[in-house]
Each structure stands twice: as structure tokens, then as C-alpha cells.
């Protein structure tokens, strides 16, 4: 069935009706690992994983009815420092990241502003693992992450964290940050919550792309929760020389990156005992969009508000008045 003939057919439908629609995203899927071949999840639709990690799609014998038959277990019981031999998911045909964000020939397509990863999450255990971490990052497919959620199984639940590469100071006044490598920039670690281990979890990565540094926003939801709004990692690949690019305060020096998968890298301490455990990863979906919202009231008029996604409008009146209230914050803030 092809799904984007069905999508376009329905909005061209719904113009002609009248009716409000809301713009189809430029590439999506999703993944429940039901047809896979049980065993190794390398070279399976799309996905890569060329390092001797323990990651398998196995028989869901976890008690998690929502992960159907089949599903995907990675423990860190083996790690290593190196990225591109990780585990990677299937990549979307149309990247999302800023206008010259490098791809590097990694990822490829329309170039989209607006990114969404959404993963359900699970222990294999009922019981604490000790040593058992992930992360799981927005990526191209080569380990140029651009973002980090990560899971680390602690004696009172699975703890979510998240690492930020912020402005943290204003222009000028951290002469020789203490990690980050633009001037005012350092790595900022945000603790969001604790799982419970008895029970699945969903966890959703957005990323809006906005042209220029330190601009880019990026949130995590946790079971439906907004729990984080924060920054990728754009100005790390800016200014950061080990980046592979970047010169400390030129961004002229490099950009930031694009993204089209999940990267889920095991790396620091191994857990040897986790080997054949840890968690369990399922119905994944990923989406890559370009966000449209109307600059003035002219935009919203014959129909013209069906076409905006950022945010979706029930009628005119609706659009205009958004365009209203946008002109005047811009005026208050300039008073």
C-alpha cells in the first residue's frame, strides 16, 4: 500500500471539501521488529550494527503485550569508544537540519527543519542491573550526534538524563570554559526522571532546526510529558575542534549536522553481567517535516491557513489571530 499516495489523495480530497487538513510529513515510519529475523539486527531494513555489541531482535517472552511477538534487546555488556560500528536505525529518506548543515553523503533527500524520534522502552528485568546504560541520539548515521537521552538503571528505577551543549554565559564572559569550546559554552546534564522497571515506557526526541547558532530547540517527552526543552548539539560541531571541524568563536569555521536515524551507542564501562538483558526497544516511529507558520494576516486568507503546520489552525479567524498575538509580543518586547 503506498502510504504518501493515500496522504496526498486525502488532503487534495479534504481542499476541495473545505475541510481543515493538516500538511503530511515529508518521510515517516515505523518499526515494530514483527517481520524481522530473529538474531543479529545487522543489514535487517536499513539498520547497522558491525561491532561485537550484544543487540539482537529476540521473542518477546517480557510479559509487554505493546511490543507484540518480537522486539529488540541491547544491553551495554560490551562497549567501546568508537561510534560508526554502533547500533543504527533504519534512516528516512528525507534528512532534517539547518540550510547548510554538512551530511557528509551520510544522509540525503529534501532537507527538512523539524526532526521526531518516539520509542518505547522497556527493562528486561524486574530487578535492578547494575552498570546497565544507552543512549540513544538523533544522528546521520555515523556517530555525529545531535542530541543524547540516555538510560542508566540505578537501584531506585531506570534514570532518563539528557546532555545539553548550551550558551550557558553571556558572549564574552567565560574567557576558558570549562568544557565547551566556544566562548559562554559548556555541557549541561539534565536529570528528567525514574522509571519504573515493571512497566513500558515511550519516549519522544523533537528537533527544530533554525538556521544561525546557538537557536536550534530540542524536547523530550517522557510518557506523553514534556520534561526537557533544551538545545542540540550544533555549536559543539561549530566550535569544537575534536569534532572533527570547528573553531573556537568563528562559526564560519563549521556547521552543525544533519540527522535521518537513531544511534543507540554503548560506550564507558562494560556490564558484563547484563550480556543477553538489559532493555528492550520497540515501536519505533521516525518523522522528518518542514514546520510552515504564516508571517501575516493575508497568508491565513482564501484557505491559505490549511497549509500551516506550526501550529495548525481550525479556521481564518484562528490563523489571524495567531498572527495577531505574534505582532504584538515582537512590540511589547520592543518597547
Keep these: 500500500m503506498n502510504i504518501k499516495k493515500m496522504v496526498v489523495g486525502s488532503v487534495v480530497g479534504a481542499l476541495m471539501l473545505g475541510i481543515m487538513v493538516i500538511p503530511a510529513l515529508a518521510d515517516s515510519f515505523g518499526i515494530d521488529f514483527e517481520t524481522y529475523t530473529l538474531g543479529n539486527i545487522n543489514g535487517q531494513d536499513g539498520w547497522s550494527k558491525t561491532g561485537p555489541y550484544d543487540v539482537a531482535v529476540v521473542t518477546n517472552t517480557y510479559g509487554f503485550p505493546s511490543f507484540g511477538t518480537q522486539t529488540l534487546r541491547l544491553s551495554n555488556a560490551v562497549t567501546s569508544g568508537s561510534f560508526g560500528d554502533q547500533t543504527f536505525s533504519k534512516s528516512l529518506v528525507d534528512e532534517a537540519g539547518e540550510t547548510d548543515a554538512q551530511t557528509s553523503a551520510y544522509s540525503g533527500g529534501s532537507r527538512q527543519n523539524h526532526f521526531e524520534a518516539q520509542f518505547d522502552v522497556a527493562s528486561t528485568m524486574p530487578t535492578h542491573q547494575p552498570g546497565l546504560f544507552t543512549s540513544i541520539s538523533p544522528d546521520r548515521g555515523d556517530g555525529a550526534r545531535m542530541g543524547y537521552v540516555g538510560l542508566e538503571d540505578m537501584s531506585d528505577g531506570i534514570h532518563v538524563i539528557f546532555y545539553d551543549y548550551q550558551d550557558i554565559a553571556p558572549f ?28 513500558t515506557h515511550t519516549i519522544k526526541i523533537t528537533m527544530d532546526f533554525v538556521d544561525g547558532s546557538r537557536n536550534d530547540v530540542v524536547k523530550v517527552y517522557v510518557d506523553g510529558l514534556l520534561m526537557h526543552t533544551g538545545t542540540s548539539w550544533e555549536d559543539y560541531f561549530r566550535w569544537c575542534t575534536e569534532s572533527g571541524g570547528g573553531v573556537p568563536n568563528d562559526a564560519s569555521a563549521d556547521v552543525s549536522r544533519t540527522v535521518d536515524s537513531l544511534l543507540f551507542r554503548v560506550g564507558g564501562a562494560a556490564a558484563p553481567a547484563t550480556s543477553g538483558f538489559g532493555y528492550l526497544f520497540d515501536n519505533l516511529t521516525l518523522s522528518s517535516t518542514t514546520l510552515t507558520s504564516p508571517t501575516n494576516k493575508e497568508a491565513c486568507k482564501n484557505d491559505g491557513w490549511m497549509a500551516f503546520n ?23 518586547k520592543t518597547k
Design 310 to 332: 506550526n501550529p495548525t489552525f481550525k479556521n481564518q479567524g484562528d490563523c489571524v489571530s495567531y498572527v495577531q498575538s505574534n505582532e504584538n509580543a515582537v512590540a511589547n
Design 172 to 199: 564574552g564572559t567565560l574567557a576558558t570554559p570549562a568544557d565547551g569550546c566556544g566562548d559562554g559554552d559548556d555541557w549541561v546534564l539534565a536529570e528528567l526522571t525514574t522509571l519504573d522497571r515493571s512497566t
